[in-house]
């Protein structure tokens, strides 16, 4: 027989750190009012309604006010008023979400906020009063803040980049390829490769139309060329470290191969939001996956909030991994597993909950993986 006194049900949910963050920050363009830029990236497995979030700056608490859907793993473009006919660089794709907003470039940061104003990411720079970790010291015009990692810590987090308009090394496991042309049987010059490209220097005397470039089997499409020479660009898996590259020409067909260093990536796959529902002086238990979908070991740090009722826990937070059980506290506790690329565990969460009222308790669980 159901009861309905004492045995309301009390709902405990725990968001992880999966979810939307920032990914660059253009805010000393060369157009002051009209191509100041944010870039947004999911990192979760699930499509979000971002309408309603905020971007809270050093100026305005309320600088911008989202409407769409971020796509899961892709990136969503906040630019300013004015960025789909002034922006410093039209080939630059056009914006998500365009809006007048305002950045400093002394001390200034900005945050993307929840319509509860809970923070997500925070970027800040030079002597900024907002950041994570440290601030980051700052880029110079024409420059962007750019992500290449997530430790909490803008500093360490973010570089001095050409603007970006996709994740460095995570949207795809992509590489874009570059093929710069000038001869008429084709000569490989030389061939460079960095984090997230590979480019390849050709000599040749050809026409456009009779050149044809591959890597690794796919065509290459042609971007600021001229009648004899020319970059030649495309995509190749980050995974892949042994590349063929094929130029085609009328005449002549030269094919080089490539060996590259593995591309060391640090990433790992955690549930987005997480809901545990559970009795008052009672227990309750959930299990989530982690999996390490880098290509480097990863070692676990592990951490985070119970929620608060008049300032007093409303219970007991507890998980296991690994066949030992943990208190969960703000304190990080590092767990060296040494989880390799491609493995999976599972964690399992308990919660024995006091006398509190029936309601959503909010706290977090931090999960972070950290390579070897």
């Known amino acids: 027989m159901k009861k309905h006194l004492l045995l309301i049900s009390m709902i405990l949910a725990i968001s992880l750190i999966a979810g939307i963050r920032i990914e660059a920050v253009y805010y000393h363009p060369f157009d002051a009012q ?14 979000r309604d971002i309408s309603g979030y905020r971007i809270a700056t050093s100026f305005s608490e309320t600088d911008v006010t989202i409407q769409g859907i971020i796509r899961a793993r892709s990136v969503f473009l906040i630019a300013d008023s004015g960025w789909s006919e002034k922006r410093d660089n039209m080939s630059w794709p056009l914006a998500d979400h365009e809006q007048t907003m305002t950045m400093s470039i002394h001390h200034g940061w900005a945050s993307i906020r929840t319509p509860e104003n809970e923070p997500l990411s925070t970027v800040g720079w030079r002597t900024a009063a ?39 090394q995570q949207t795809t496991t992509n590489t874009p ?11 490989i010059l030389h061939i460079q490769d960095t984090p997230d490209e590979i480019q390849v220097s050709i000599k040749h005397n050809n026409t456009l139309e009779d050149i044809r470039v591959f890597a690794n089997g796919e065509e290459l499409l042609t971007t600021n060329n001229t009648k004899i020479q020319g970059a030649y660009t495309g995509a190749i898996d980050l995974t892949e470290t042994e590349i063929e590259i094929r130029v085609e020409s009328r005449e002549h067909v030269l094919i080089q191969q490539y060996t590259r260093e593995p591309i060391q990536k640090v990433a790992i796959a955690i549930p987005e939001d997480i809901t545990i529902q559970v009795q008052p002086r009672a227990s309750a238990y959930t299990t989530i996956q982690v999996k390490n979908t880098g290509t480097v070991p990863v070692n676990l740090h592990i951490g985070g909030t119970i929620p608060l009722w008049a300032n007093k826990v409303i219970g ?16 990080i506790r590092v767990h060296e597993l040494g989880l390799v690329a491609g493995e ?29």
Request: proline share 6%; hydrophobic share 30%; net charge negative.
């Open 344 to 372: 999976e565990l599972e964690i399992t969460l308990r919660v024995d909950a006091g006398a509190y009222p029936a309601r959503t308790y909010p706290g977090n669980l931090h999960i972070l993986g950290v390579s070897q």
């Open 34 to 47: 009209n191509s100041e830029y944010i870039l947004l990236y999911n990192t979760g497995e699930e499509d």
């Open 177 to 187: 390829v570059y093929i710069i042309m000038e001869e008429s049987i084709p000569k």
């Open 130 to 168: 907002q950041f994570e970790g440290e601030a980051h010291p700052g880029v110079q015009q024409g420059k962007a803040l750019v992500r290449i990692n997530d430790t909490n810590n803008n500093s360490n987090d973010f570089i001095e980049s050409n603007p970006i308009f996709s994740p460095y």
């Open 316 to 331: 007991n937070i507890t998980y296991e991994l690994a066949g030992q059980t943990y208190s969960l506290t703000e304190t």
